[in-house]
Each structure stands twice: as structure tokens, then as C-alpha cells.
Nanobody, 124 residues
Framework: QVQLVESGGGLVQAGASLRLSCAAS????????VGWFRQAPGKERVFVAR???????LYADSVKGRFTLSRDNAKNTVYLQMNSLKPEDTAVYYC??????????????????WGQGTQVTVST
């Protein structure tokens, strides 16, 4: 069983930055692929970014160049640094873990544990 806790969300103005954290339980965190997804009101949950156990990263086109993923395995934590935020980034952000050791994915089904989400609101 893996428990995930996201933090770092909030209300910011366009152009500002936020850093989201995803803290995980489990002694094998270093072997997990970790993904971030977001869900805006009335819309589907969509892929944002992912970092593999080997620290390979992939970003959605909508955030490429603005968001950066990193991981600290000693702290069982993944960070999503979000810069140059735009109103369209407003959503609930979820982190997710693939504990099965699969190929790092970009779909919801590629992950088997999810956090509760953290709200990010970007005003104009």
C-alpha cells in the first residue's frame, strides 16, 4: 500500500510560481514511476508530467518549458516546480505512483496509487 500526500497548491497571479510536493510512503519509492495529472472544473483528468525511477522526465506540451519535475528519493518526495503560471493552469493537481515497475506512462491507467489532490488557482 502506498499513500501519497500532495501539498503546495494555492492562489497566485498569472506569471507567478508554485512548487508542488508529493510525499509517498513505502520503502521502495526509488523504484516507482511518479506522474502528475490535473483536472479543471468540468473537464477530464489529464496528464501533466512524469518522472521515471531513473529520473527520465516527460511533459505535456501545454507545460513544457514552464514546469520541471524532480525527485528526492531520500525524502520519498517528488517536486513539480511550476513557473510562468497561466489562468489555464487552474486545476486540482494529483500525483500518482506506478508501483508495479511498468514502462513510465502518461495515462491514468498507468498508475495504481493516487493522492487526494491539491488546488492550484491562477488569477489574471
Amino acid at each position: 500500500q502506498v499513500q501519497l500526500v500532495e501539498s503546495g497548491g494555492g492562489l497566485v497571479q498569472a506569471g507567478a510560481s508554485l512548487r508542488l510536493s508529493c510525499a509517498a510512503s513505502g520503502r521502495t519509492f526509488s523504484s516507482y514511476n511518479v506522474g502528475w495529472f490535473r483536472q479543471a472544473p468540468g473537464k477530464e483528468r489529464v496528464f501533466v508530467a512524469r518522472i521515471s525511477w531513473g529520473r527520465n522526465t516527460l511533459y505535456a506540451d501545454s507545460v513544457k518549458g514552464r514546469f520541471t519535475l524532480s525527485r528526492d528519493n531520500a525524502k520519498n518526495t517528488v517536486y513539480l516546480q511550476m513557473n510562468s503560471l497561466k489562468p489555464e493552469d487552474t486545476a486540482v493537481y494529483y500525483c500518482a505512483v506506478d508501483s508495479r515497475g511498468g514502462v513510465p506512462g502518461t495515462t491514468i491507467g498507468a498508475y495504481d496509487y493516487w493522492g487526494q489532490g491539491t488546488q492550484v488557482t491562477v488569477s489574471t
